[in-house]
């Protein structure tokens, strides 16, 4: 069983910043892409950012260089350091990880956290 558990949500003013950390835990044998997603009332999850294991990272537009992500692969932890934050920031963010419970040519499988409330006040 892989669990995926995030922090760091809260309620921040524009043009604050905050940082969501995400740690996969379990039976793992590697992690491959992990990401953030989130969630706005009444819209679809969205991507917000993901990176692979050693790859280059992949931002959505709406990023617009305020929002990094980094991984720690010793610790299978992926962060979200979020900048300039703008009241459509506020969402439910999600981390996401694809992960490998044995060796190939075992499939990879996705999973999500709980998610971690995100609001900027204007």
């Known amino acids: 069983q892989v669990q995926l558990v995030e922090s760091g949500g809260g309620l921040v003013q524009a043009g604050g910043s905050l940082r969501l950390s995400c740690a996969a835990s379990?039976?793992?044998?590697?992690?491959?892409?992990m990401g953030w997603y989130r969630q706005a009332p009444g819209k679809q999850r969205e991507l917000v950012a993901a990176v692979g294991n050693g790859g280059s990272p992949n931002y959505a537009d709406f990023v617009k260089a305020r929002f990094t992500i980094s991984r720690d692969n010793a610790k299978n932890m992926v962060y979200l350091q979020m900048n300039d934050l703008e009241p459509e920031d506020t969402a439910v963010y999600y981390c996401?990880?694809?992960?490998?419970?044995?060796?190939?040519?075992?499939?990879?499988?996705?999973?999500w956290g709980q998610g971690t409330q995100v609001t900027v006040s204007s």
């Open positions: 379990g039976s793992i044998f590697a992690v491959n892409t």
């Open positions: 996401k990880a694809v992960v490998r419970l044995r060796r190939p040519p075992s499939p990879e499988y996705q999973y």
